[in-house]
């Protein structure tokens, strides 16, 4: 079973650079891996942050999109890809 182990809000603001930043970090714990998550106030997805590999059809990842679409209420989910500077949406299926 998935279990939120840490939520932390941020807010990462600059008005002279035009930037707003505002949201919540989360990890969340599925069988043995833990996710890293950020999700914004003004967006409707959730973006896994770590690990920067994903099972797409492992239990663990599994477990995590029905935490995410359950309790943050998210249909749409991403993977940060820091190598390639670049998001991938998670397929759907």
Avoid: Q, R
Avoid at 59 to 82: A, Q, R
Wanted: include cysteine; aromatic fraction near 12%.
């Amino acid at each position: 079973m998935a279990k939120l182990i840490d939520k932390k809000h941020f807010e990462d603001v600059d008005k002279e650079a035009g930037y707003s930043y505002v949201g919540e970090n989360y990890k969340v714990k599925c069988g043995s891996t833990t996710f890293s998550l950020t999700k914004y106030e003004d967006d409707s997805h959730v973006t896994i942050t770590e690990p920067w590999e994903i099972k797409f059809g492992s239990e663990d990842t599994v477990e995590l999109i029905e935490f995410l679409k359950h309790n943050l209420f998210s249909p749409d989910i991403e993977i940060w890809h820091p190598g390639k500077d670049a998001y991938e949406p998670m397929p759907k299926s």
